[in-house]
């Protein structure tokens, strides 16, 4: 695998489910990032990590839980969701403070396609 | 707060003909970074180009190139010699300076390439 993996890619839950999806980069990066593009909103940032610390957390809404075990994983819990947190959920990953400026991009996973009924 | 506008939510071009795609930000940052991603059907998020604030030299990736006009906040992307396979959303990011930063995202354009 390379790049930033992303599973499941497609999920469809019920609002008393419990799923996890799960995000796996492959680059050597100590950041990850959770972002959720939703059809009426511009893409929104909602976890940042650095080197496995949460160092940003978007006022998200408790029944999304993340988990960053170590910094090529990450996790985002989903518990009691809503039909509006349906949307396509985006992992991303970065070299954070390294020389060179291009080592700060951030590269995307394919995302999770979420569906909540 | 920093925001991201992007004025076009939809564009189109001529096959082999050159489109250009408006941004405008809005920031107080002096170190930040701008950004151009794609994301075509398969819905993975693409980097295009990126430009650093502090260089006053627009970027260029074969095809794609910027206008960065600092002092207005704008910037826009060039798309030269349009192809079938740049028909895709496009979005305007901006980051500011170094380390884990958000990208903060434009609202996006869908731009349709005509045969």
């Known amino acids: 695998e390379t790049g930033v993996t992303q599973t499941p890619r497609h999920l469809v839950m019920g609002m008393t489910n419990k799923k996890s999806l799960k995000c796996e980069q492959h680059?050597?990066?100590?950041?990850m990032y959770w972002y959720k593009q939703s059809a009426k909103k511009p893409l929104e940032l909602m976890f940042v990590?650095?080197?496995?610390?949460?160092?940003e957390n978007n006022s998200v809404p408790s029944r999304f839980s993340p988990e960053c075990p170590n910094s090529s994983h990450l996790f985002l819990h989903l518990h009691t969701l809503q039909p509006e947190d349906s949307a396509l959920y985006l992992c991303?990953?970065?070299?954070?403070?390294?020389?060179?400026?291009?080592?700060?991009?951030?590269?995307f996973g394919p995302g999770t396609r979420l569906t909540v009924l | 707060a920093q925001t991201v506008t992007q004025s076009q939510p939809e564009m189109s071009v001529q096959e082999a003909e050159t489109v250009t795609l408006s941004c405008t930000y809005d920031?107080?940052?002096?170190?930040?970074?701008l950004f151009w991603y794609k994301q075509p059907p398969s819905r993975q998020m693409i980097l295009v180009i990126r430009?650093?604030?502090?260089?006053?030299q627009n970027a260029t990736e074969n095809r794609f190139s910027v206008n960065f006009q600092k002092a207005a906040k704008s910037f826009s992307l060039k798309i030269s010699d349009s192809q079938l396979g740049d028909a895709a959303m496009y979005f305007c990011?901006?980051?500011?300076?170094?380390?884990?930063?958000?990208?903060?995202f434009g609202q996006g354009t869908r731009l349709t390439i005509n045969p």
């Open positions: 430009q650093e604030a502090y260089k006053q």
């Open positions: 680059l050597g990066h100590n950041a």
């Open positions: 920031t107080s940052e002096s170190d930040y970074y």
């Open positions: 990011a901006y980051r500011r300076g170094q380390g884990a930063q958000k990208l903060v």
């Open positions: 990590y650095n080197f496995k610390e949460q160092t």
């Open positions: 991303a990953s970065s070299q954070a403070g390294a020389s060179g400026r291009r080592n700060n991009e951030q590269f």
